[in-house]
């Protein structure tokens, strides 16, 4: 019986777009192996009619792991005195995106700590002459929690998306997650006003975070309905030894699949990435999320010698590889998959 319905709750999903969230909460909760082949089938079917066989990729710059936030999960935290602290010049950052574009990436994803050094002026030069470098690339930027003059002055600048999780959707357990000083009303504000500015607006939520319900996953897929952003970005909850989260457990590699699985029928349209943290609980975790209704990889450009340091969580993957042989793992790793790695832009279907 349990089987059928789920099965039946899949199909539901798929043409409604939509479920009550008992039923969602049930989706989440119950769907097993055999549930999920049928879940991803139906995934891949939606994926290839949106976007085809096409995986998009990323090119990602970490640029700085200086942060004046303290998230618990983190490991780049400014409480975590163990941290080895860098800043790329812009400069270097520079010639990241000149060995990106070389490789044949087409959008750079600048990605940092709360760096308070990358002043609004400093970040929109940064914009500015990438941009003037490579006009037929979008620039993405992944910066945290700014003011809107500053947002304002990158779009204008160049910036064509900005990726900012929200983490969680339910305010209980963002106070879990994070210090007092932080809260879901002014990271929700800074969602809605870049998708306002004009931004292509990434939002997204760490699977199996600690106190993590069943209930608040329903809740983030209703934040994301109401926000509609143009990608959406989720990977396991993987625990960093130097946090206040050290002894907690990972989340699940199968959860994080049903998820996505859940995100594509529900959001036809949005790019899914199959992310570094889901590569990273398992070695074909991102293998796995393209074949689970993800379409988008977000590779790493970093220097090599500062990868290790951009330390979110234990083991991350891909930080003794030069950017090359990113790039030709991953081809394979696509390959293998029947998609196809595509250098376009990549722009969201989402309007
Ligand atoms: N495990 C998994 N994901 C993490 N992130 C940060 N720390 C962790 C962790 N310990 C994710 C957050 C953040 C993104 C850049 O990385 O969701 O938004
Ligand atoms: Fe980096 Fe495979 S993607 S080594």
């Known amino acids: ?78 409480s975590n005195e163990k941290a080895e602290r860098y800043r790329l010049t812009p400069e270097e950052i520079l010639a990241c995106a000149r060995e990106g574009y070389g490789l044949g990436f087409r959008t750079f994803v600048l ?111 209703r934040f994301l309905q109401d926000l509609r952003p143009h990608m959406i970005g989720i990977g396991p909850f993987l625990s960093h030894r130097d946090t206040p989260f050290a002894g907690e457990a990972d989340g699940s590699l199968s959860r994080t699949l049903t998820m996505l699985g859940i995100l594509r029928l529900m959001f036809p349209e949005v790019l899914l990435p199959a992310t570094t943290a889901l590569g990273t609980i398992a070695a074909d975790g991102r293998e796995r999320g393209l074949m689970a209704g993800a379409n988008v990889l977000m590779p790493n450009l970093s220097p090599v010698r500062i990868r290790e340091k951009y330390d979110l969580y234990d083991n991350k993957i891909c930080t003794g590889e030069e950017s090359a042989q990113c790039k030709n793992c991953l081809a394979l790793r696509v390959e293998s998959t029947g998609y196809h790695i595509v250098t376009a832009r990549g722009d969201s279907r989402v309007k």
């Not at 082949?37 to 200086?66: K, P, Q």
């Not at 160049?158 to 990271?187: K, N």
């Open 1 to 78: 019986m349990r089987l059928n319905n789920v099965r039946y709750l899949i199909g539901e999903l798929e043409k409604k777009r939509d479920l009550p969230d008992s039923e969602l909460a049930e989706l989440i909760a119950e769907t097993g192996e055999e549930e999920q082949e049928f879940l991803f089938e139906r995934a891949r079917a939606v994926r290839e009619r949106e976007y085809g066989t096409d995986v998009y990729v990323r090119g990602l710059i970490e640029f700085s792991n200086i942060c004046r936030n303290d998230c618990y999960y983190c490991g780049i935290r400014k």
């Open 111 to 221: 990605q940092s700590g709360e760096d308070a050094w990358f002043t609004g002026e400093r970040m929109e030069g940064i914009i500015r002459s990438i941009r003037e470098e490579f006009p037929d690339c979008a620039v993405t930027l992944s910066v945290g929690e700014r003011t809107k003059e500053d947002y304002l002055r990158w779009h204008k600048a160049g910036a064509d998306r900005y990726l900012l999780r929200h983490e969680t959707a339910d305010g209980e357990h963002y106070r879990r997650l994070h210090p007092a000083v932080m809260s879901l009303a002014e990271r929700k504000e800074c969602l809605y006003m870049l998708r306002e500015i004009g931004y292509q607006v990434g939002a997204g939520f760490m699977v199996g975070s600690p106190g993590q319900t069943v209930d608040n996953l329903v809740a983030d897929l």
